[in-house]
Structure formats: structure tokens, C-alpha cells
């Protein structure tokens, strides 16, 4: 008796997974409206009056060590612990694992490369503006300042931009950036926008930034986000050359080969004509082998009788050779009588 195997759920979710569509109809792909570039130019502006306010000392900077001497650390002592754990939120490492999973995933149910080079557009970009801004500064952090009420610009550091805050806008923001409907893009921000700000005020409390660094990481992880539908057709092209190789290899058996030249258009076109099936079949057939030559036989004396022959012993006989045998129809000689 033949029994049905029982499908377990991994089973069922690829069974689903093969009723997907090969790519979806419609990518909902944000543009650059007027509304975006009015708030990337407020955005903008407002990071650099965080710089502009940095670099001349101004009030910011006293608020700074204001918050510095009064050590959060020491005054919410309890909730140190949790605050540890919280940052790693904002750390580029483990969150850049989450969502590149995530990312893949729908990758791979959309057929569709574009989460994957969206998430990593967005982190090129941010290594590149806040890593410049971090060490074109040169800030020391909190931890290292040397001169009280100064802005420890241009001494070798590393720490203005929040690096922290400015990942966790990027890398969680990317989500809602991504999402495919407009409620989900809703709620993503909101949740993107909560655990940025609780990452930017966690390295407050435990003091590895000052407020301002957090301020300006905001800014330059919402600059990113909100430049990213400017590089949506560099991720379309880069996307439609990467399938294009997948499916030459698979075609030419993992060896690419570069594509034709095209054609100008009403310059006249050779054709060939179309070889038979017979010419197709004696071409894939392996060359004949040369005839071998007929033997060669010479010409014949002048007939004679079989009676008329000499016998000839054939070499290698046991038989010794008779010199007293005539050939047939010959007298014999006659014999001695008597004996």
C-alpha cells in the first residue's frame, strides 16, 4: 500500500514561494517631488547651521558640556544596562546584517535585485559623506576633551557626525523607504524615526558623543535617505546588467560572452542560405574511412591442362619428393624383368 508523504511547513512555504509571480508589475519607486526637495533643502540647511554653530563656539557647544557634567550615566544608573544593549541598534555591523537578511529575502520573493542595491547605495553613501565630515572635523569626543567650553574641533577626531545615529536613521529608515505600500511606509518611519532617536540620545547618556553630534548624525542619515530616488536609475541599470551576465552564463554554460554589435538601420543585411538536412547530417557525421585497395592479380599464362602440370610439394610437407613421378598421360617408362 502506497502511501502520500506528509508536506511539513518548510515544504509548504517553498510550495508557496513557487506560486509567486516572476516579477512584480509594479515597483512602487519614489520620486523626487517638490515636497522631498523642500525638505531635503531644509534638512540641508540645518545641517549646516549645526556645523556653522559648532565651528564658532556658540551656545550649542555650552550646551554640550553642560550635558557632559551632568552625567546621565550617573543620574539613571539603572537603566545602564538596557542603554548597552539598545546602542548596538546604531552599530554598522549587526544592523547591516538584519536588514541585508531582510532585503534578501524579499529579493528573492520578488525576483528582484533592487532592495539589496537600494541598501547598498544607501551605506556607500553614508561611509562616504559622514566618514569625510568625521575626519575633516576632527572633533574629539566627550571622553578625550582637553579644554573646557572649547568645540575640540581640528584635534584628530573621529566622533562629529554621530556615526551611530547616523546608521540607525540609514539602515532602519531604508525600510520605509522600501516598503510597498503607503501604510507600511507609515509605520516604518515611525518606527525607523523612534529607534534613531533613542540610539542618538543612548550614546548621549553613556556619553560617547555630545548632543550635538547626534543632532548633525540625524541630519546626515535623512540627507541620504532623501537622495536616494536621485540614484533609483544607476540601481536599474546596475540591476538589468547583473540579471543580463546571470543569463549569458546559463546560456553559454558559465562562460559570458560579450553581446552583438547592433545593426544601423538600412544597411543591407547578408543571408546565407539554409543548409538541407541531408548536407546538416553528413556534416555532423565523421569522415569515411579511405577504401582499401583492391588487390592486385597478374594476368594469367596460356591455359594449360591440369594433367600437363608439374606437381609441386607444398612447402612444409611431410610427403619427400618423388623425382620418378611424370606427369599424367605420360608413357611409363617401362621396368627391368627379372629382378
Known sequence: MRTERKLTRLDRVFARLDREPERPAHLDVPRMSRHRVALLT?????????????????????????????RPYQQWSGIHWFVDYYVVLGQRGPTAVMVAAWLGWRSWRQHTLRPLLTLGVALLLLNITVGAAKYGMGRLGPHYATVIGSNEMGLGGDIFPSGHTANAVVTWGILAYLASTPRARR?????????????????????????????????????????????????????????????????????????????????????????????????????????????????????????????????????????????????????????
Not at 533613542?198 to 546626515?220: E, K, N
Not at 546565407?272 to 565523421?286: F, G, S
Not at 577504401?291 to 607444398?314: C, D, F, M, N, Q
Open 42 to 70: 531644509g534638512t540641508l540647511a540645518f545641517y549646516l547651521a549645526i556645523v556653522w554653530a559648532v565651528v564658532t563656539t556658540s551656545w550649542l557647544v555650552r550646551l554640550d558640556w553642560q550635558v557632559m557634567f551632568f
Open 187 to 339: 509605520w516604518l518611519s515611525a518606527l525607523s524615526a523612534v529607534t534613531s532617536l533613542g540610539v542618538g540620545m543612548a550614546t548621549v547618556y553613556l556619553g560617547t558623543h555630545w548632543l550635538s553630534d547626534v543632532l548633525l548624525g540625524w541630519a546626515a542619515g535623512l540627507l541620504i535617505l532623501l537622495a536616494l530616488p536621485w540614484c533609483e536609475p544607476l540601481i536599474a541599470r546596475a540591476e538589468a546588467r547583473i540579471l543580463d551576465l546571470r543569463d549569458r552564463r546559463r546560456v553559454h554554460g558559465g562562460v559570458p560572452t560579450p553581446a552583438p554589435a547592433p545593426t544601423p538601420v538600412g544597411s543591407p543585411v547578408l543571408l546565407t542560405p539554409r543548409a538541407t538536412a541531408q548536407e546538416e547530417a553528413a556534416a555532423r557525421e565523421p569522415a569515411a574511412r579511405a577504401p582499401r585497395p583492391a588487390p592486385a592479380y597478374l594476368a594469367p599464362g596460356p591455359h594449360t591442362a591440369r594433367s600437363e602440370r608439374t606437381p609441386v610439394t607444398p612447402v612444409g610437407s611431410r610427403r619427400p619428393p618423388h623425382s620418378d613421378r611424370v606427369p599424367r598421360g605420360t608413357p611409363a617408362p617401362a621396368r627391368p624383368l627379372g629382378g
